[in-house]
């Protein structure tokens, strides 16, 4: 007997069929293998590539086998897997993929949709959500400062309140309020005694003023007179009385006589309220009728005074009479008769005469208005 038979040809076809089913099954089972993990590692990088482009752009669905492919695209990202050939498409919601032997399907990330972008740009491209946002300017804070903080200033000492001054009532432009043109009996002020009127000035310590107060004096005339009277009486000295008489051819405040008297009867002492209440009472007088100052004489004489102002701005009614008056009620020139003409030189000779019988003082007092 052969010690090596010959191998039937039955018995050799077995052996191979043996041999090769565990070979091609080992094949198979790595082709799978190989496959799943490159559709593991295209998913991985799909999923990379969509977190870098910022999510929710274009995604891809890539699934790869051996002997054939599956693609698929849609809004998100996602991956697909089959056996075989065949096509695959994605959608919002995930892609799919068909063909011989097992088929995959792939889910893209979750992501808001998004439009596909026109055919030349580039995906992923960013929106203007996605911009940085600008930086918000923040308030500059002054740094704190050391050191000692110095003590509050002292309140300013108070002011003292000073009242404005009255206004000095000033006489007009050529209105005289200087020496007399002659003699001077006198000076006023500091001895206690005296007065001065309209640049006149006199001693005694009884003074009468007599006033014309006749139509001719309406206007500037009879203001401007006040005004020297207002300063006459302001200035006389306590120790002083006074009395104020204006004269016209009639009086009509009382109705009858030729002369008004402040105060009646009497003179007052030139106390502040006095002198105030006196000048009050003059600027109550307007002038009116004629230019006899024979009845205001006669009460002035009756005063008793130590000096009396005459002023006129007209020739009197009657000179010779005036004359004459004064002449009996003054017969030894006891008091001190100072005349004033006032704007007019018409009864200068009289007025002049008047003075130097009574030792007194003669004055022209110019209209400013005149050249």
């Known amino acids: 007997m052969d010690p090596f038979p010959p191998i039937p040809a039955d018995a050799e076809v077995h052996a191979d069929e043996n041999v090769c089913e565990p070979r091609e099954r080992a094949w198979a089972i790595m082709a799978i293998v190989t496959a799943f993990l490159l559709a593991l590692l295209i998913m991985l990088l799909a999923l990379w590539m969509g977190l870098a482009g910022g999510g929710g752009g274009l995604g891809t669905i890539a699934g790869e086998q051996a002997g054939g492919s599956t693609a698929g695209s849609g809004i998100g990202t996602g991956t697909g897997s089959g056996i075989g050939a065949g096509d695959g498409t994605g959608s919002g919601d995930g892609g799919s993929g068909t063909g011989s032997g097992e088929s995959g399907d792939g889910r893209m990330a979750e992501g808001p949709e998004q439009p596909a972008p026109p055919p030349g740009e580039p995906e992923n491209v960013g929106t203007p959500e996605a911009a940085p946002a600008p930086a918000v300017a923040t308030p500059e804070v002054e740094p704190p400062k050391f050191g000692f903080t110095p003590p509050d200033a002292p309140p300013p000492p108070p002011q003292p309140v000073v009242e404005p001054p009255k206004p000095i009532v000033q006489p007009p432009p050529g209105l005289p309020t200087g020496s007399p043109s002659s003699g001077s009996s006198g000076a006023a002020g500091g001895s206690g005694t005296g007065a001065e009127f309209m640049g006149v000035r006199t001693e005694g310590r009884h003074i009468v003023y007599v006033i014309d107060r006749s139509g001719s004096m309406m206007g500037d005339r009879f203001m401007h007179t006040l005004l020297e009277l207002k300063r006459s009486i302001e200035r006389l000295p306590e120790g002083v009385t006074f009395s104020?008489?204006?004269?016209?051819?009639?009086?009509?405040?009382?109705?009858?006589?030729?002369?008004?008297l402040m105060p009646p009867g009497r003179m007052m002492r030139a106390t502040a309220k006095n002198k105030q209440d006196a000048v009050d009472w003059a600027e109550t007088i307007t002038p009116d009728g004629g230019t006899d100052p024979a009845d205001?004489?006669?009460?002035?004489?009756?005063?008793?005074?130590?000096?009396?102002f005459l002023m006129t701005d007209g020739m009197f009614?009657?000179?010779?009479?005036?004359?004459?008056?004064?002449?009996a009620g003054n017969p030894n020139a006891k008091v001190s008769i100072n005349t004033i003409a006032f704007h007019e030189r018409a009864a200068e000779e009289v007025l002049k005469r008047i003075a130097a019988k009574h030792r007194g003082d003669y004055r022209f007092v110019k209209d400013p208005r005149q050249p």
């Open 244 to 260: 104020v008489v204006f004269f016209s051819s009639h009086n009509a405040y009382s109705g009858g006589g030729s002369y008004v």
């Open 317 to 327: 009614d009657n000179p010779p009479a005036i004359e004459s008056l004064l002449a």
């Open 296 to 308: 205001a004489l006669k009460v002035a004489l009756q005063l008793k005074p130590d000096a009396i």
